[in-house]
């Protein structure tokens, strides 16, 4: 009887104190190669990798002139921004979760941003893909 009362006021105890620990969510960067049709590698976001996105978005001058973004070719990355981003400029006016960057095999590159749920605004991408490349750490182009 005793044993059993213990057992019951050990579990409750127990029970009461539990402490919920929060893991931390890592994001991570996609590269998508559409004629293999699957994600050819991925790489953990960083500081370094956020500040570039964010500044492509600051320096948002122009609109992607093309009709169809949409690309069989070349590469598709995802970068996720931890944290989000607020946007209000000509061309924006969002929070900013993800980016996602275009490198056709012959066109110029591109990124795009989903403004709404519905609504894709694609820009151009002005910085070298080398210097991302190297950063990402695969041969881009």
Same mark, same amino acid.
């Given at each position: 009887m005793i044993k059993k009362i213990l057992t019951t006021v050990f579990l409750v105890i127990i029970l009461l104190h539990l402490q919920v620990i929060h893991a931390e969510e890592y994001k991570y960067i996609e590269i998508f190669d559409p004629k293999q049709d699957k994600v050819v590698k991925t790489v953990q976001t960083n500081k370094e990798i956020n500040a570039m996105i964010v500044g492509w978005i600051n320096g948002i001058d122009r609109v992607y002139a093309k009709i169809d973004p949409i690309k069989n070719d070349g590469y598709a990355i995802r970068f996720p921004l931890d944290p989000t981003i607020q946007?209000? $400029?000509?061309?924006?006016?969002?929070? !900013?979760? =993800?980016?996602?960057?275009?490198?056709?095999? $012959?066109?110029?590159?591109?990124?795009? !941003?989903? =403004?709404?749920e519905d609504r894709l605004i694609c820009f151009p991408f002005d910085s070298q893909i080398s210097t991302l490349s190297n950063v990402l750490d695969f041969k881009l182009k």
């Open positions: 946007v209000q $400029n000509k061309w924006l006016n969002t929070t !900013v979760r =993800e980016v996602y960057l275009i490198i056709p095999e $012959n066109d110029p590159p591109f990124f795009m !941003v989903f =403004e709404t």
